[in-house]
């Protein structure tokens, strides 16, 4: 039996092949670090912008929910109930309004996407547009 010094014993193969897949599985580690930080900062982005959006969002319904409602008290009270129903009114519309203007600063990002540009059309539009008890 012949040996050739070029040949490389099997506990030399073992380790160069441990080495390669420890090497490995260090570079898969470093990879999921860097894709972990990137989702971390995805949804920073989501709770501190898009949260903020649909915060005013809901406020908004809940405001012509709630007005929806005083406007049918206004035909079911007393005339001595009416100041105070009329007043919750106003105080809704307030509400309103001060959630349309951090929005509104919202809106001013430059490019939106299309079907957002025409969904805050619509509730400009829609605001300016006379209703009752303005």
């Not at 049918?72 to 959630?99: F, H, K, M, P």
Request: charge should be positive; hydrophobic fraction near 45%; aromatic fraction near 6%.
């Amino acid at each position: 039996m012949e040996t050739n010094k070029n040949e490389i014993t099997v506990a030399a193969r073992l380790g160069i092949g441990f080495g390669i897949i420890l090497a490995m599985m260090l570079a898969l580690s470093v990879l999921s670090v860097f894709k972990v930080n990137a989702i971390d900062n995805s949804l920073q982005h989501i709770s501190e912008v898009n949260n903020v959006k649909q915060r005013y969002a809901i406020n908004f319904r809940g405001s012509v929910h709630d007005r929806a409602i005083a406007l049918r008290d206004v035909t079911l009270v007393s005339d001595a109930e009416l100041a105070g129903v009329v007043a919750a009114i106003d105080r809704l519309d307030r509400d309103y309004q001060q959630s349309a203007r951090p929005l509104e600063a919202f809106s001013a990002t430059p490019r939106p996407a299309s079907r957002r540009r025409n969904a805050r059309g619509w509730t400009r539009s829609s605001r300016a547009r006379p209703g009752p008890c303005r």
